[in-house]
């Protein structure tokens, strides 16, 4: 038990501690208990798009990257149910893109590609969009691979919050919707983008690459080939918060 | 003249861009303008907007990409958009479709190579009770005929502007068909205000002018008035009208306690469930009414702004509402000394670009502020923190409407209409099969077949409730009553008689959601689509049980996953179709078991097209 000063809610049945103003999905990955998600990065503001992070919240579904702690409340994460939902939506992200995994560079460093393993995916269940997205590959130094994209606007977000240059957003509608970038040409190369920026280093999948360092960390040495995407989130979030808030 | 060939759109820019200010909140607003004039927003515009405004040009992209009703490529001298709402199909729009392009030449969804016209389908454009209707360069052609067709064929070929085509092209009717007690007389503008304003006052108050009564320096009714109109508003009871059905007076005290330098009060004109046209009637015949009711609003929460967001579909009612809000400000209703009492409030109005997730209320609010039209999180809520992060009231067309009738009669007189949980009058738009097609104004607690009965739809096999995002009723059901405590509802009414093909409405259904997702969360941008593809499937013949049990998973998914209420709705239909009208779907499976959604033959086809193929041989 905690003591009767911090405030605790209970997530499948297990009692989580949490600060005010924390989110569920904060708190619950502070104690050690992971939630998938791939738009959310706890460095930046959540965008709740991807809803893999969903969770049942006295009794209702919300995104747990954007619902609020509060004492008391009862949450389910850890549920078949959930669980199935969340293969589901990651079916959903494989089919309506072009994934190729074994060809891929970002391959064994990719969150979507860890997180179908951490959900058990078979397969991408529905039948492939195969859309025609264009690649970009005018700059010397980035990539920016449509085909790779997963929508979850992190670009977007770190390059307006952080490096201050919006070079990245957002156009067309639903299914068509596709990032792009600001400049007359609408090509990278003509951007302010650099390969220093924030932006370019957070894509969870392969969409925004550098070029040239293509295999500098070898298949078998990657992030998730040394530990699972539940185990290594949970670790790097950890000493995120031991860092911040001692 | 063909506008396609105008060289140099930069001078026209600049002097549409001198008419605004430099505040990113007029980007959509300036979109909107640039798109009518130039019929396609240039490229040199975008880059001139982005100057302008300080933002980028990707960001002004993106809202060209997102609205319906702009374009980055030239549609045309004549811009002609066809109501897809299974209304319009259901007299006949895609045959007026085809015919309309056959004799204009040119292909559906293209532009005719010499730039001089372009034809495609819409979402509903709320002209279901005079349907098929078209929109031709922004003005609603209701009532299509091959007839009005040709003509419309003749004064294109002849490059009659359309200002010059007859009214009666134009006409749109009210049909009002039923009145209650709300709409049964003409509105008297300024009664509803100075009521809420004397509100709580003695008898003999109100014997003495009102400018004495109200007058700020002696205080006598000032605040009280706010106060006591509030009390009035909850003792009516009255509930949200956009289809949620959220306490008007709970959600105008929270705006009201929140403190803040300034307050928004926005009302809900985009109206884009389709089946509904309710708003539409409203603005065109009691636009004082709904104004007035903003304006109560304002005074209650102490707001100073109020912005009437409307849908671009209504575009043809923009001098009509410039001129009552004109009107109101000389009369002294709007402005900065509302009745001499030193109210200060004003209404603006923006317009929508074609996208139905703007009737949101957080994406309105993105979209007010010239951003595409993504709901916001969840939290804050807008009452808290909406346009500009202000404490915002928004409140639908209808609502508004109601709470000046409550100002101006009470809200006990209110409540005693309607049921316990369902004050007041609600207004339903009927279309569909019915002699009577048009706009009912009933007391809450009405009864499906009383509707049908009234509007001459009895032969209904089915109605659909509150439009796609809402509930299909059988037969067996019409005994089911319209209120919060059973059937809730937006008040759209679409009526299908026994001739009807319950899937077809399923597929249209279907259709316009994947069109309208905003793609910002997987389950509504995906699901919509598989959705769709799903049902296309089954329309072509190669549907099996097993489609079928996953058009129940992704539902399902949407429903509990979804960000926003457009995607938990937007199954609803076929949930309800599936267990309502299965034999509709089953008739179209020619067999059991596992058929692969890929198609082999269709995927030759590129092959075909890469070799000029098209024999039987080319053929699998």
């Known amino acids: 038990m905690c003591p009767d000063s911090i405030k605790t809610f209970f997530l499948d049945g297990r ?37 893999l992070c969903t969770v049942i919240v006295n009794g209702r579904p919300f995104a747990s990257c954007t619902q609020p702690a509060v004492a008391g409340q009862m949450v389910q994460s850890d549920t078949p149910e959930l669980r199935e939902m969340r293969r589901v939506l990651t079916q959903m992200l494989f089919v309506e893109g072009n994934h190729y995994c074994p060809s891929c560079e970002k391959s064994g460093n990719c969150k979507l590609q860890a997180t179908a393993y951490d959900l058990g995916l078979q397969d991408n269940h529905f039948p492939q969009f195969f859309p025609k997205r264009e690649l970009d590959a005018s700059h010397a130094e980035i990539i920016l691979d449509r085909d790779r994209c997963i929508l979850c606007g992190l670009c977007v977000r770190v390059s307006r919050d952080v490096d201050k240059k919006s070079v990245f957003a957002m156009t067309g509608r639903g299914i068509h919707t596709v990032i792009v970038v600001d400049s007359p040409s609408g090509l990278l190369k003509d951007s302010k983008v650099t390969a220093q920026d924030e932006a370019v280093q957070h894509c969870p999948v392969g969409a925004l690459l550098l070029k040239g360092k293509g295999f500098d960390v070898p298949i078998g040495e990657r992030i998730y080939d040394k530990a699972p995407i539940a185990e290594d989130s949970v670790a790097k979030f950890q000493a995120r918060e031991a860092h911040i808030h001692g | 003249m063909s506008q396609a060939v105008t060289p140099h759109p930069q001078e026209t820019v600049r002097q549409i861009l001198q008419r605004y200010d430099r505040d990113p909140g007029e980007l959509l607003q300036l979109l909107v303008e640039i798109q009518h004039t130039f019929h396609y927003v240039p490229e040199e ?3 001139l907007l982005a100057d302008h405004l300080r933002v980028t040009r990707a960001h002004v992209r993106g809202l060209v990409g997102f609205y319906s009703f702009l374009s980055d490529t030239f549609l045309g001298d004549y811009v002609i958009y066809i109501s897809d709402n299974i209304t319009d199909r259901m007299l006949g729009n895609q045959d007026m479709a085809k015919y309309l392009c056959s004799r204009l030449g040119v292909k559906l969804g293209k532009v005719r190579s010499d730039g001089r016209v372009s034809v495609q389908y819409t979402s509903c454009t709320g002209m279901c009770d005079q349907g098929p209707a078209a929109l031709v360069n922004g003005m609603p052609v209701t009532r299509l005929s091959r007839e009005r067709v040709d003509r419309m064929v003749e004064f294109i070929t002849a490059r009659t502007p359309v200002t010059a085509w007859p009214e009666e092209f134009f006409q749109v009717e009210d049909n009002f068909r039923r009145s209650d007690v709300l709409f049964r007389r003409a509105f008297d503008p300024g009664t509803a205000l100075k009521a809420a304003m004397l509100r709580g006052g003695d008898e003999t108050l109100k014997e003495i002018q009102f400018e004495e009564a109200v007058d700020p320096a002696s205080g006598i009714a000032w605040k009280r008035g706010a106060d006591e109109t509030l009390k009035e508003m909850y003792r009516s009871d009255l509930r949200g009208r956009g289809g949620a059905g959220f306490k008007a007076a709970i959600k105008w005290e929270t705006c009201r306690d929140i403190s803040a330098p300034e307050r928004y009060v926005v009302c809900n004109a985009d109206e884009g469930e389709p089946g509904t046209f309710k708003d539409r009637v409203l603005l065109s015949s009691y636009a004082d009414m709904v104004f007035e009711g903003m304006t109560v609003c304002a005074y209650v929460v102490g707001a100073g702004r109020g912005i009437l967001y409307i849908r671009q579909e209504y575009w043809y009612l923009k001098t009509h509402l410039e001129a009552v809000l004109a009107r109101r400000r000389e009369a002294g209703l709007l402005g900065k000394n509302i009745l001499g009492t030193g109210y200060a409030f004003d209404i603006a109005i923006h317009w929508g670009a074609g996208a139905y997730i703007c009737g ?36 639908n067309v209808e609502t508004f409407a109601a709470a000046a009738m409550v100002a101006l009669k009470g809200g006990v007189w209110f409540a005693g209409h309607g049921t316990m949980h369902s004050t007041g009058t609600k207004l339903f738009c009927v279309s569909g099969d019915c002699e009577r097609p048009g706009i009912y104004e009933y007391p809450f607690g009405v009864s499906i077949r009383e509707i049908l009965r009234d509007c001459g739809g009895l032969d209904a096999r089915a109605v659909q409730v509150s439009g796609p995002s809402g509930t299909t009723i059988t037969r067996p059901e019409f005994d089911r009553v319209l209120a919060y405590e059973d059937l809730a509802t937006v008040g759209t009414f679409m009526v299908f008689n026994h001739e009807r093909d319950m899937f077809e409405v399923v597929q249209n259904f279907t259709h316009f959601f994947q069109h309208e997702s905003c793609g910002l969360c997987t389950p509504c941008r995906v699901g919509t689509s598989l959705l769709a593809n799903l049902v296309d499937k089954v329309a072509a013949g190669k549907g099996s049980p097993l489609d079928l049990e996953e058009v129940q998973k992704i539902s399902q998914l949407m429903k509990t996953t979804a960000h926003c209420g457009l995607g938990q709705t937007a199954p609803n239909h076929l949930i309800d179709s599936l267990v309502k009208f299965r034999g509709d779907w089953e008739k179209r499976m020619m067999v059991t078991g596992f058929v692969p959604a890929f198609d082999l033959d269709a995927s030759l086809e590129e092959a075909r097209q890469l070799t000029g193929r098209d024999d039987v041989a080319a053929h699998l």
């Open chain 2, 45 to 47: 515009a975008v880059s």
């Open chain 1, 15 to 51: 009692e989580i501690p949490f600060r005010e103003g924390q989110s569920v999905f904060d708190a619950a990955m502070t104690a050690g208990a992971f939630i998938p998600h791939l738009c959310h990065n706890p460095d930046y503001e959540p965008h709740s798009s991807c809803r």
């Open chain 2, 360 to 395: 949101m209320e957080s994406a309105m609010i993105e979209s007010i502020e010239g951003k595409r039209g993504k709901p916001r999180k969840r939290w804050p809520l807008p009452v808290v923190a909406g346009v500009e992060k202000r404490p915002t009231v928004v409140n």
